[in-house]
Each structure stands twice: as C-alpha cells, then as structure tokens.
Nanobody, 116 residues
Framework: QVQLVESGGGLVQPGGSLRLSCAASGSILIRFNPMGWYRQAPGKQRELVATITGGGSTNYADSVKGRFTVSRDNAKATAYLQMNSLKAEDTAVYYC?????????WGQGTQVTVSS
C-alpha cells in the first residue's frame, strides 16, 4: 500500500512561483517508482503536468515546458514540482501520483490558485 501526501499549494500572483512536494510512504522499494504530477481545473478533465522516473528522466506537458521543473529525492521518497512564471490558467488542484506494481496511487490534491 502506498500513501501520498501533497503540500505547498496556495494563492500566488501571476508571474510568481510555488513549489509543491509529494511525500510517499510504504515499502522501502517504492522509492524508485515512477511518479507524476497531474492537475484538474474546474470543469475540465485531469491532465498530465510532468512525470519522473526513478532514475530521474522527466517528461512535461507542452503547456508547462520551460516553466515547471519536476525532481525527486529518492532517499526521502519525495517528489517536487517547482512552478515558475505562473499563469492564471495554471489554477487547478494538483495531484501527485505513483505507480507501484501496476497500480496507480493518488494523493489528496493541493489547490494552486494564480490570481492578482
């Protein structure tokens, strides 16, 4: 069983930055599982933001390339999402995900609101 807890969301002005964290707990073996960040805006489907493998290979949605950076600390079983140059359209609930032996686990989500 895997548990994921996100933190770091909040209200930020356009152009500002936020850093999200996702702490995973469970077997020590999960530390190298692939992880991802997704988001869901009101009235829209959940969409991929970024993914990172256990070895650190990353993938980004076109909408966030050059602005967001995903990273991880395997020793802490924690993933991060550094979000810079935030725009109003980045407003959403952000979810962390981890795949473990074919099963996708999700955190509870953290709200990010970009508004002046």
């Amino acid at each position: 069983q895997v548990q994921l807890v996100e933190s770091g969301g909040g209200l930020v002005q356009p152009g500002g930055s936020l850093r999200l964290s996702c702490a995973a707990s469970g077997s020590i073996l999960i530390r190298f599982n692939p992880m991802g960040w997704y988001r869901q805006a009101p009235g829209k489907q959940r969409e991929l933001v970024a993914t990172i493998t256990g070895g650190g290979s990353t993938n980004y949605a076109d909408s966030v390339k050059g602005r967001f950076t995903v990273s991880r600390d395997n020793a802490k079983a924690t993933a991060y999402l550094q979000m810079n140059s935030l725009k109003a359209e980045d407003t959403a609930v952000y979810y962390c995900s981890m795949r473990d032996r074919g099963t996708d686990y999700w955190g509870q989500g953290t709200q990010v609101t970009v508004s002046s």
